[in-house]
């Protein structure tokens, strides 16, 4: 059991953001008098009033003595880099360490999802579902819920749906009994020192389990497929014949036509072939197709994926922040057939992009805004692109010039094939920006 192994220990949180906030609050209750250290950059931090809390802030100095820890766990986001890399041994995770807890304390299964894009979406469906059909289940990770805050709750009865983003799994050694991997594409390859390191994280959500667990993949992914063919698991993949895949507007089970992706709510082709890994997923746990066939058909979009944020005038203005590379990007483009504005950039994470700009002159796209960080990279990619190009300095802009171009039963879709961090904190600070500046447009009046 991870928390009865730390009682003697001397343990330092390394980063106190809410993965290791939610997991110091459970030890503290568990053990009152342990005394524990937090080590963060933010010399301001709001600290924990508790007289058995040390701390190390401040950007030069909170990494300097981690040698003198028995345990070391790490923020998500903190990578393990020269900083950590003499101490790997006493690296972990508040992932890994629920993983451990949950293994030494209960009967209760936990599925692991991962994809670069529509992990979020494929955990939340499976939750639904699970929810549904009388489980008990919760959901936790990357989503942004802590899997700590539920640790208590946890017993034999539970299915616990844990999102898991490439920083959980960099140094993960656990297992899943269902790992479910959607897809891979270029991502966070600076944090994982390239592609290969990227893709090695991505795989571990299936790399520890034994031949009695079970990974749900993407059949049609040569990368996944490729990583998944020699681990010791029960390996279901989808997408490709003769298991659940798409064909005539219908999801399929072979030749058997199992629902019209009609009935689904849900737009566009990559998030229904993710469903095909829901659905198989439900088939392992008994679940009902008509169980699963109900969650589909009012299942609407999470925030910041293919949103519909506002309709003026007949126009949809869409959130896809979160479409963070070009392949995201892309495939929400073939989600809609009257795209007349797509609006683009964010910080230059060293993607290529040339079979974006390739997918946009083909689309025959009315008009593209570019905002700054990776504006030229995309610029260059367009360079056989026939309509009219803008560049923006700001979200407000790109705004306004959608408002005065975009006309009829059309879209607006802003999916920037790169992350916010050039401009903005974090993608929800832009989805914020983008929505401001639509209604103060509405408010002055410009929109009509």
Request: glycine share 6%; hydrophobic share 40%; proline share 3%.
């Amino acid at each position: 059991m991870a928390l009865e192994r730390l009682q003697n220990k001397k343990v330092v949180l390394v980063g106190f953001g809410d993965a290791n906030k939610s997991f110091y609050s459970v030890l503290r209750k568990r053990y009152p008098e342990l005394l524990i250290t937090i080590a963060d950059q933010n010399e301001d931090l709001d600290l924990p009033e508790d007289s058995y809390v040390k701390s190390i802030l401040g950007k030069e100095t909170y990494l300097k003595t981690l040698s003198e820890f028995d345990v070391i766990v790490r923020s998500p986001g903190m990578p393990v880099d020269n900083n950590l890399a003499d101490f790997t041994d006493r690296v972990t995770t508040t992932t890994q360490l629920f993983f451990e807890e949950v293994r030494g304390t209960s009967k209760a299964k936990i599925i692991g999802v991962t994809g670069t894009k529509g992990k979020s979406t494929v955990s939340t469906l499976i939750h639904e579902i699970l929810k549904a059909a009388g489980k008990k289940s919760f959901l936790v990770g990357n989503i942004n819920i802590q899997a700590w805050d539920n640790i208590e709750e946890v017993d034999g009865d539970s299915i616990i749906v844990y999102e898991l983003s490439s920083y959980m799994l960099n140094d993960f050694t656990d297992r899943s009994d269902i790992s479910v991997w959607l897809n891979v594409y270029d991502d966070h390859l600076t944090w994982h020192g390239g592609r290969e390191g990227y893709v090695e994280a991505k795989s571990r959500v299936a790399s520890f389990q034994k031949s009695s667990d079970v990974c749900v993949y993407n059949g049609a992914d040569d990368e996944v497929g490729k990583r998944v063919k020699d681990f010791c698991v029960t390996k279901q993949p989808y997408n490709i014949q003769p298991g659940f895949h798409i064909e005539d507007g219908f999801i399929c089970d072979g030749d058997k036509k199992v629902i019209p992706v009609s009935d689904i709510k849900l737009i566009g082709s990559h998030v229904h072939e993710n469903i095909l890994a829901v659905l198989l997923v439900s088939r392992h746990l008994k679940i009902s197709m008509e169980v699963v066939a109900g969650v589909l058909r009012t299942f609407d979009s999470l925030p910041h994926r293919l949103e519909t944020v506002a309709v003026v005038n007949g126009v949809s203005f869409v959130d896809d922040l979160l479409a963070t590379n070009p392949e995201a990007t892309m495939a929400a483009i073939d989600s809609y057939t009257n795209v007349s504005c797509l609006i683009l950039g964010g910080e230059d994470r060293g993607y290529d992009y040339v079979r974006l700009g390739k997918h946009v002159t083909e689309k025959h796209i009315p008009y593209v805004v570019l905002l700054p960080g990776c504006r030229e990279k995309i610029l260059r990619s367009l360079n056989g692109y026939a309509g009219e190009i803008f560049e923006a300095n700001i979200v407000a802009d790109a705004v306004t010039f959608c408002f005065q171009k975009a006309t009829g039963q059309s879209t607006v879709l802003f999916s920037p094939s790169a992350p916010s961090y050039d401009q903005f904190a974090n993608y929800k600070e832009k989805a914020i920006a983008f929505k401001s500046a639509i209604d103060e447009v509405v408010k002055d009046g410009l929109s009509t």
